[in-house]
């Protein structure tokens, strides 16, 4: 209902937004005519009033104290405008867009939007904890770009390594058990099964070692959050990234970060047909497999790893 009722009012977004931009040329264009026709009258008002005042000191002063706050202001501004410049056109240069402090409401319907608008057709990369936030849950920043997509590569957390357990252990939320994290993991496990019916190209690989950074490649454009050793990654800022024709930029690092996260052979793929992690080497070549038998957490039963074979 969610996804139904944005794109329901999408359109009206995107209408009031081009109307906007239209509005502010007409007042732009109506204050420069008024500024001209008030000038005249603004200078005769303004040599009255000086005729007045030049032989009084005291307002003089006043006038010289305004007059110097007023410089003051407009030098402080002109050096601050100075420095914002020099550091946009280096977060430009790095490849850095936008910054979503992660409680500002609006900024996670922008981060949506944006993820909407770049995924029709395209490979989505995704490093990720569990999944859920990303995939499973209604409300969550990939739930409708992964119906558009054309496939998806995705690292998750093995459940069952000591790191995952390690850090579920450290976060300060008593509701987020070890339980619970596998419970996400399953689900997300269970989606990107659907995904794979429906003919899109799915592959995910579990990794044992814990979540460094949560991200997510769409094209050009890659949003990145930090995990936190204490703290939920959904209480992190996010940043939004570009590449650039340059390729010095923090997009190219982090793609290249996925790249050779991905190759590691140590990191199995997860047989999304018959549950099972699929070892290879350095050719490609598969030397073993593993059973990954996952049970609802309804049944009120233990997840479990099976013996290699």
């Not at 009033?49 to 202001?73: H, N, P, Y």
């Not at 981060?111 to 029709?120: F, M, V």
Request: hydrophobic content about 40%.
């Amino acid at each position: 209902m969610f996804h139904a009722w944005r794109s329901l009012i999408q359109p009206i977004q995107t209408f009031f937004r081009e109307t906007a931009g239209g509005f502010y040329h007409v007042v732009v264009i109506a204050l420069s005519a008024g500024i001209a026709l008030l000038l005249p009258t603004g200078a005769r008002q303004f040599l009255s009033f000086w005729s007045r005042i030049e032989q009084d000191k005291l307002s003089l002063i006043l006038i010289e104290m305004i007059v110097a706050v007023l410089l003051i202001g407009c030098f402080s501004y002109v050096r601050r405008s100075r420095r914002d410049r020099v550091l946009a056109k280096a977060a430009a240069g790095a490849g850095l867009i936008s910054f979503f402090p992660s409680h500002e409401p609006r900024a996670h319907r922008h981060i949506a939007r944006l993820k909407e608008e770049n995924t029709t057709g395209r490979t989505i990369m995704v490093i990720g904890s569990s999944g859920y936030s990303s995939f499973v849950d209604q409300v969550g920043d990939l739930s409708s770009v992964l119906e558009t997509c054309l496939g998806a590569k995705i690292l998750l957390v093995n459940p069952y390594s000591q790191e995952a357990t390690t850090r579920i252990a450290a976060i300060d939320n008593t509701e987020y058990t070890l339980r619970a994290f596998r419970e996400e993991v399953r689900q997300s496990i269970a989606l990107l099964k659907r995904l794979r019916a429906m003919g899109k190209t799915v592959k995910l690989k579990l990794y044992a070692d814990a979540p460094l950074v949560k991200m997510i490649i769409l094209g050009d454009y890659l949003w990145l959050q930090h995990y936190h050793a204490e703290l939920d990654v959904r209480t992190m800022p996010e940043y939004l990234l570009r590449h650039n024709r340059q390729h010095h930029g923090l997009y190219s690092l982090y793609a290249h970060y996925f790249a050779q996260r991905w190759q590691r052979v140590e990191i199995p793929e997860y047989d999304l047909d018959n549950d099972e992690l699929v070892y290879r080497n350095s050719a490609g070549i598969e030397t073993r497999r593993e059973r990954f038998e996952i049970v609802s957490a309804d049944e009120g039963q233990l997840y479990q790893v099976a013996g290699s074979r």
